[in-house]
Structure formats: C-alpha cells, structure tokens
C-alpha cells in the first residue's frame, strides 16, 4: 500500500545531542511537511517542500532544519534538542493539486524524548 | 489571516449516538478547502471529511456528514450511529486553495462511551 513511513518510531536523545528523523513516502507527492505536535494540541507546521522549493515557518526554530534529498525522502534534523523540543514530530505528504483533493497524507509519528 | 476555531475542547457521547462537531472558521478568501482529521489514540491522523467550498452539497462519508454553511462561516461535522472506534481527536482544518499549507484548529477531543 501506498503510504507514508517515518523512522524511528520512538526516538530517545540526549539534551543538545543532535538528532535526525526520517521520512519516505510512495505516494509519489510534491510535497512533504514536518509538524511538531505536543500533547493534546493541534500539529505545528515546521516546514513544507514543494519539490526541491523548502519553506520555512516564521517561528521555526534555527536549531530545526531539513533536507529532501529526492521525492521519495524528507529529513528533520534537530541541531541541538532541549527538553522543549520533546514531542511527536509527524510527516506528511500531499500530491498539492485539485485532482488529489489536496488531503495531507500522515505518517504515524516519531515521539522525540529528550533526557 | 485565515483562523480556525473548534469551541468545544472536550465531548463524551453514549455509543450509538449522534454528535456534532462545531467548528468554524475566518477567511476573506473565495477558492478555499475545509476537512475533518480524525486522530485516535497513539494512532497517525486520518482525513474523515472533506468540503470544497465551491460546492454547495454537504459533503457524506458513510455516517460523517459536515453542515458547511458558507455566509455563516460554519463546518460542523455529524457522526450518526458513533461506534467505540470514533474516539479520537477530532480536527478542523482548512486550505486556500493557492497555498500548499492547511490550517488546524485546536481540536475536540471526543470519547464515545460503551
């Protein structure tokens, strides 16, 4: 099936050593977003590619940055976590035309413990 | 600035019940998108519904309907029959159709009891 995969699942680092998750699609889409998304709250866009295009939040942090490298793949490296920084950091992919509806296609997860 | 309120944090309903889903939303924009995402317990989010706003039918998905109404800025969504399985959070979001983002509101966290 086509979908949405992000790796690791759970992922455990230490204050300000830093980290990368991982995120492939087979949905052949434009775009990719990485959300942050704390307990309870809505998902925050960090940022969004459309094709090799990256755009950033105004409120995203220096220490978050990002790297697609083709289609397929999308990166979410944290410079330096801090104990703000724990959270469930979600991808998503969207084809960002009319004909797909422009529905955003989530991945499952990766909950971030900072220690 | 496009904003997107859901006043209601928090519902509890008996299984088999109908409930509604308040949301509602700002925009001076014409050509615009709106959905329901449906996240479950440790579970990845879902889209539930979804509404252009150039189409004036209500969107249905099985027992999902929205009640879109446009002058009013409203987009409730109406689970009819709910099942133990609709427990989740609920999220309003909504799109310009020339911007690739898509805005969420702050959810409703909906519990459907046995």
């Known amino acids: 099936d086509a979908m949405v995969i992000q790796n690791p699942r759970y992922q455990v680092t230490q204050f300000g050593k830093p980290v990368t998750l991982s995120c492939s699609q087979t949905?052949?889409?434009?775009?990719m977003y990485w959300y942050q998304q704390k307990s309870s709250q809505a998902p925050k866009l960090l940022f969004h590619?459309?094709?090799?295009?990256?755009?950033n939040e105004a409120d995203t942090p220096d220490n978050f940055q990002s790297r697609r490298p083709n289609t397929s793949f999308c990166f979410l490296d944290i410079r330096s976590p801090g104990l703000g920084d724990a959270a469930m950091y979600l991808c998503?992919?969207?084809?960002?035309?009319?004909?797909?509806?422009?529905?955003?296609?989530f991945g499952p997860g990766t909950r971030l413990t900072v220690t | 600035a496009q904003t997107v309120t859901q006043s209601q944090p928090e519902m509890s309903v008996q299984e088999a019940e109908t409930v509604t889903l308040s949301c509602t939303y700002d925009?001076?924009?014409?050509?615009?998108?709106l959905f329901w995402y449906k996240q479950p317990p440790s579970r990845q989010m879902i889209l539930v519904i979804r509404?252009?706003?150039?189409?004036?039918q209500n969107a249905t998905e099985n027992r999902f309907s929205v009640n879109f109404q446009k002058a009013a800025k409203s987009f409730s969504l109406k689970i009819s029959d709910s099942q133990l399985g609709d427990t989740a959070m609920y999220f309003c979001?909504?799109?310009?159709?020339?911007?690739?983002?898509?805005?969420f509101g702050k959810g409703t966290r909906l519990h459907i009891l046995p």
């Open positions: 998503a992919t969207s084809s960002g035309s009319e004909g797909w509806g422009y529905e955003q296609y």
């Open positions: 949905l052949n889409h434009n775009v």
């Open positions: 590619y459309y094709d090799k295009d990256f755009n």
């Open positions: 925009t001076s924009e014409n050509n615009y998108y």
């Open positions: 509404q252009e706003a150039y189409k004036q």
């Open positions: 979001a909504f799109k310009i159709a020339r911007d690739d983002k898509i805005i």
